[in-house]
């Protein structure tokens, strides 16, 4: 179990690029959350996986965000047309519920991803 | 969801005991309350989960009153290396829920 791991570990990018991250979750680990972070504030929610399904996104992602789990496993963020108020934290986390009725599970996360957009 | 509430900030000495009071006043039946711990460029850590009365594990305790309306979590004899911001989380894990931070309280520990 070497954990959540998140790559690139720093993202330095022109205003109006792309950027795509990504996100290896804890093996077995059915659940996948995606937030944001800016400085002094707390992980702002950006998404949720349930195995592949996307089950909940937040209102404050505007249509330049993407996220996919394509096979339960890894996942990726993608920022389209990045903006100077991109520049955040991103941080991933995963988690397993043993089973459905299990509420609040432990959540893993993993170092994040700093973007920069200049 | 429950919208939690904890103060901003709080001073602590090496060796004392620190207790961070979150209030969540609409708790739901099925929330539960959970603390995490983050340091400075980490993602957050799990500490503590519990739905009532008194939790403790080997990094920290989790006290519930009866109404749940609010929490205290209790840091024992604290160092230099507690010095991190904790967020208090309520929140169940039925269909669409989940894990939203708040601001979080900022310890930090002088000797």
């Known amino acids: 179990d070497t954990g959540v791991s998140q790559d690139p570990r720093h993202k330095i990018t022109k205003r109006g690029q792309n950027v795509t991250f990504r996100c290896d979750p804890i093996?077995?680990?059915?659940?996948l959350y995606w937030y944001r972070q800016t400085l002094g504030q707390g992980p702002e929610f950006l998404t949720y996986f349930q195995n592949e399904a996307q089950l909940e996104k937040s209102r404050l992602l505007s249509d330049r965000f993407s996220a996919e789990r394509p096979k339960g496993s890894f996942s990726t963020l993608e920022i389209q047309r990045t903006e100077q108020g991109d520049s955040a934290m991103y941080l991933c986390a995963s988690s397993y519920p043993r089973d459905r009725k299990q509420v609040n599970t432990e959540a893993f996360f993993g170092q994040g991803t700093r973007l920069t957009v200049v | 969801l429950a919208k939690t509430t904890q103060p901003i900030s709080m001073d602590s000495y090496e060796g004392q005991e620190v207790n961070i009071t979150c209030s969540h006043n609409n708790i739901a039946t099925n929330d539960y309350i959970t603390w995490y711990q983050q340091f400075p460029s980490q993602g957050p850590r799990f500490i503590i989960q519990?739905?009532?009365t008194k939790v403790t594990n080997e990094v920290a305790s989790l006290f519930i009153p009866a109404d749940r309306k609010s929490s205290t979590l209790s840091l024992p004899r604290v160092s230099l290396s507690d010095t991190a911001v904790y967020y208090c989380l309520v929140g169940g894990d039925q269909a669409g829920t989940a894990l939203i931070f708040g601001k979080g309280t900022t310890l930090s520990v002088s000797s």
């Open positions: 519990g739905y009532k």
């Open positions: 093996s077995e680990h059915n659940r």
